[in-house]
């Protein structure tokens, strides 16, 4: 199952820089570990805004879960999912 997933990232401007720098590194390793598994196909910045669009590869709306709230940024994420489905025009 494909969902369009948008994410807004807000970490606070009062949290430790090191801390964030930790943080920033436990998300990018878990989104390349995603990557590499297939789970998480596209991964796009949207230009001027610290947010992405994101396609995620999974195999329910459960596993879409736990996949997102493991984000090391879950508490920091304003996110937005949209369920795809197949378009009748679209060449195979
Ligand atoms: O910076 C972002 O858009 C949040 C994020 C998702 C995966 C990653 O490494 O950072």
Redesign the pocket.
């Given at each position: 199952m494909l969902f369009h997933v948008r994410?807004d990232?807000q970490i606070p401007a009062t949290l430790d820089p090191g801390a964030r720098a930790d943080l920033?590194a436990r998300?990018?390793a878990?989104?390349?570990q995603l990557q590499r598994a297939g789970k998480w196909p596209h991964?796009w910045?949207i230009a001027g805004e610290?947010?992405?669009f994101?396609v995620f590869d999974v195999e329910s709306n459960d596993e879409l879960h736990d996949v997102l709230s493991a984000?090391p940024?879950f508490p920091y994420?304003d996110i937005t999912v949209t369920a795809l489905a197949r378009h009748p025009s679209k060449v195979e």
């Open positions: 994410m990232v920033v998300e990018k878990y989104a390349q991964l910045r610290y947010a992405n994101s984000l940024l994420l």
